[in-house]
DNA sequence: TATGAATGAGTCTTCATTCAT
DNA sequence: AATGAATGAAGACTCATTCAT
């Protein structure tokens, strides 16, 4: 399961034979250009990226970014892809079925506080989907078909919890997700304007740790019978 | 701060369309020039959005834009001043110092939570502001004069529930505000591709009213001695 | 009413007062970008033309042809619309009304040879839109406004030629005009195909003269009772 | 003349789809690629044609049509080459010399009448080049060597019909043939314009028998002594 | 105070074509 | 005989901005 707050669980596809590296190499260098243009997008935004400077970055050419993607909007869908399905790599190590629900609340609300604190691209390029309303997300089959286990897991765990007395009974998984992304999504996705104007740095390391103990306190006390 | 007290003394037009300028009305002109601004630059972002489409909402041409702002960079600035002023203007008036502790939390929660949910565009400039890395915020002298009380309030608020044993002692009011605001941002910022996601439409008012109810219970938990 | 084979009279519109000659002059740039399109238009046709091209050959910038005519698209739209309306200008001075029918045939004759013989840009720019199926000519109100009274004054000829017993009965002004329209056309759009398979310099003034002589006859000899 | 025989003995597939070229066959692939070139110069001319849309026809992919033909020009070229050579092919079985002048006449107008209207691609494509000048008609030799026995073959008939007396001496069969080929062929390539402007559906088969019975007669009275 | 006209510098995209096997 | 990969050059078009009155 991906603890991220919008995204979960697929199996990761058996690693394809790496190709052959001579000069052309077409996986290569797509794969180039994508990496480029993760950068740039997430960097500039859709509309503020250019082409051109996703060009400048790599040897092959700007006309390579059309041979292969044929036109910004679809390399961006594809920068958003990557980044939504990256996400499922560190899947399934959790084990939260193993722990007491206490614990496993524990392990997921920290693991996702880590997991956004990381992957500040996937936080950037989520902002900007919202931007623009989620266009590109709704045109995404392949964002479609990651389907969310996170749910099922974390729903899973309310369930043993209230079963076992510690939880609260008829707590929704949905809006237990909704809590915790939304502090681990905010502290990153926001943290310029809110360390400007309130002058903290979020990511300073003792700060982080205590937010990060603080969300997941903050969720157990939420959750406790 | 004076950039608040102007704007707001302007008095919002109730569902009146913003009138087209006329001749010999600077101000009309220029506020008319700034509601057209913040339409575009909340739906398009900086980078996405076009002078030429401000101006052709607006009666007066182009050419205007550039006599009263200089500059569409200059014109996103007094947009985002705009938006901050008019979302700061609102947060003294709860009198919170009169209300008891728990009362006084739950009104503040519940205040954060309406604010955002009625002010879509502060919240998307803010998400937009994110994606420019807080450049412009950074760079405005207005937004930094707005001095939060918010954090005097909660401070205050705290300190009296530690005392009279409601609340744990030793917390800090930046960091509760931080819980607060994150999820009141979150559930509207990212109502896009969280709703498209986990298919569930965040704005609806069932809903809605749930997740008010869940971040005070949660904040108040969180809060609880 | 004008000879061209598909156009007619519109009264001309009294003639604009010549605007002011400073630097700025938006009527005079446009009609430069104009004129400078029609070359381009009609030796290129609509694909092979180069918006640079055209561009080059004037002293304002490119960026003008499109602040004037919006897309290439736009301007190949009133090149067609400038060269259909040019026609207009030629109009009403043929007063056939008072010729006796074969006079009158005639002169009709001999002017639409010699209309298309002297407007090659015409002639050439609507085999560029036969090209494009019309593509351009059915979308635009104004070639569609411009109403043809050469099929009502030929109509009226062969009434009066039929009466006077000088014509046949029961002739189609729409298939008269289409037998002297065809040649007078083809003359010219086909020169070049035509005069190298068969080695003759159609423009010939001897040839052309000889075979404005021939339409004359042929058509007569077609109408005679 | 070997171009003409070369694609005249490849028999026209009635109704059969052109077949996508197969590994090992290159004529097969050849002509494949001939024939939706044919179909793309035809529809939007030399410079609107694209290789790109050429390829994406046929299965074999675009590096096929450089390596057969080398250039698109030189691939319009052959286009050109095989649409003349269509035509010409069928010219001479019409056994005129057997036929009486009035009807050797008849017959060959509206042979030229019926092959004009069956030939639209034809027809189009001499008028793509009467635009670019005939510049690729001058420099193909295949073009040259089609030796235009039509002209010999409707002098012939003109002798005879003023040897029996029923046409005039003294006419010049390449005029004669230009009167009957600019109707035959502007009906064709003018249905576009002169049927919007006029409102007249020119395919329309009764207007289009009105119309060969009206050419043949037209000719046929200027021939007469 | 106000504005119509003009524009240099990009910006995405497409084109016919060649490289390298 | 065949082809997947690659591309320089140009294509249409747009952008925020300034000129000149």
Not at 109 to 115: I, K, S
């Amino acid at each position: 399961m991906t603890m991220t707050s919008e995204l979960s669980a697929a199996p990761v596809l058996p690693a394809v034979e790496p190709r052959k590296s001579r000069k052309n190499n077409p996986e290569k260098t797509r794969e180039n250009i994508l990496q480029e243009a993760i950068v740039e997008f997430v960097q500039q935004g859709l509309s503020g990226a250019r082409v051109d400077a996703i060009a400048e970055r790599i040897h092959t050419s700007k006309r390579m970014i059309y041979y292969y993607f044929g036109s910004k909007e679809q390399l961006y869908v594809e920068v958003l892809e990557k980044l939504y399905g990256d996400i499922r790599s560190t899947e399934n190590r959790l084990h939260l079925a193993e722990l007491p629900p206490v614990e496993a609340i524990r392990r997921l609300v920290e693991f996702t506080f880590d997991h956004h604190d990381r992957n500040v691209d996937f936080v950037r390029i989520v902002s900007i989907e919202n931007i623009h309303n989620a266009e590109y997300v709704k045109r995404s089959d392949a964002i479609k078909a990651m389907n969310n286990t996170i749910l099922d897991s974390l729903g899973e765990i309310l369930r043993r919890g209230a079963e076992e007395g510690v939880f609260r009974a008829g707590l929704d998984a949905l809006d237990v997700h909704l809590l915790i992304s939304s502090f681990c999504f905010y502290r990153v996705s926001n943290r310029h304007t809110f360390g400007e104007i309130f002058q903290i740095d979020l990511p300073d390391e003792s700060i982080k740790q205590r937010h990060r103990e603080m969300i997941c306190e903050s969720v157990l006390r939420y959750l406790q019978a």
